[in-house]
């Protein structure tokens, strides 16, 4: 296996319903990674990206959240429909999809 040129965090953290922060899962985290797994997959990416499931990242009320590193930029309200974007756009040509960036200002 190669040394990963990029990390892409999604959280899967899950907390109990009701819960004021809620979390990634309940708001579609794990369609998000699926998809990101089927791309990754598909387009022989996964010499050069990992994928990682991960517990809470911070900014749980935008989530579900993805973190791509050592870039840095992260993705808030991420769909499995946005999944294709950020894989095309962001870590085949290395142009960030600033439409769904989470920006430091937002994090809560
Ligand atoms: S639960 Fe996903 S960022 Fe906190």
Known sequence: ???????????????PPGHPRGSCTLR???E?????DELLESKDLYDRVSLVRTRCLGPCLEGPIVAVFPDNVWYKEVTPGDVEE????HLINNRPVERIRLKD????
Do not use: L
């Open 1 to 15: 296996m190669a040394k990963p040129e990029r990390f892409v965090f999604v959280c899967i953290n899950e907390r």
């Open 28 to 30: 579609g985290s794990q």
């Open 32 to 36: 998000v990674v699926a998809k990101f």
């Open 86 to 89: 950020i894989v095309e756009e």
């Open 105 to 108: 200002e937002e994090w809560d």
